[in-house]
């Protein structure tokens, strides 16, 4: 009969039982690990479900901050609207059916500040009349281009003072500016813009050329329409607070 070693065997198993129980423990602090990470995960879940639920709060308000500067902006723009901001100096031109401008006229229109160089041998838009002996006055404005066009109240003219022809002068028409008007005396003739010159005492009494008020406007003071899209409202929804219990701290049993 063969003789067994029963040390060596029981050391093997001895050594077997050791690497089981090095496991276990292995194990066992793994989940211990796991544990800890679940519960700080939960915690930080907690402290992200708060931080989201507070930027949906601040980007309502600042949406609605941004709703009111808009509105701010464009009631300034509108409230500001369109100006004359230095005077083009209107004169008779060398040729005296005509008329010229002979400073760098600066205009505000839109909320669009350009200039407009001296312009001389300017003409009428149409024949405006006057009746004799009787006054009419010329609207003369500038448009977003830089084009000067006239403008009566009705052809022809026939008010009795200058004062009365000045009372309906016409407003200008819609993105242009008043760079000015014209006074007409006619003589003991009717008038003809274009064809009658301007020269006191010759086809006429006497013409008048005033400039239109000047409005000092700084630029940052007349801001274009505001038309960029504010913020939008936030659509999603922020995390829920999580509902799973945290998996319990394993005891280890001899």
Do not use: C
């Not at 989201?52 to 609605?64: M, R, S």
């Not at 808009?70 to 031109?93: E, F, P, R, Y």
């Not at 000067?148 to 200008?172: E, G, W």
Request: hydrophobic share 45%; proline share 3%.
């Amino acid at each position: 009969m063969a003789t067994v070693d029963i040390s060596a065997k029981a050391l093997r198993i001895a050594r077997k039982s050791a690497i089981r129980t090095n496991d276990l423990d292995d194990l066992f602090n793994i989940l211990i690990e796991l544990v800890v990470i679940v519960t700080e995960f939960k915690a930080d879940h907690a402290i992200s479900v708060t931080l989201q639920d507070e930027l949906v709060a601040d980007h309502a308000t600042f949406k609605t901050v941004v709703d009111d500067l808009k509105t701010m902006a464009n009631l300034l723009q509108a409230q500001v609207g369109d100006a004359l901001q230095v005077k083009g100096t209107i004169l008779i031109s060398g040729t005296a059916e005509e008329f010229k401008t002979t400073t760098i006229a600066r205009v505000l229109i839109g909320g669009v500040s350009t200039t407009k160089a001296t312009t001389d041998n300017l003409t009428f838009t149409a024949a405006h009349a006057v009746s004799l002996d009787k006054f009419g006055t010329i609207l003369i404005q500038i448009n977003t281009g830089g084009t000067i066009s006239t403008k009566v109240a009705k052809t022809p003219q026939d008010y009795a003072t200058a004062a009365l022809a000045l009372d309906v002068l016409p407003a200008p028409d819609a993105d242009n500016v008043a760079l000015g008007y014209i006074t007409i005396q006619a003589d003991g003739t009717e008038w003809l813009a274009n064809t009658d010159d301007m020269t006191d005492a010759s086809d006429l009494d006497a013409a008048t050329f005033v400039d239109a008020g000047v409005v000092v406007v700084p630029s940052r003071l007349a801001p274009t329409a505001v038309s960029s899209s504010s913020p939008g409202t936030l659509g999603a929804v922020a995390q829920g607070t999580l509902t799973a219990e945290t998996p319990d701290t394993p005891n280890l049993v001899n």
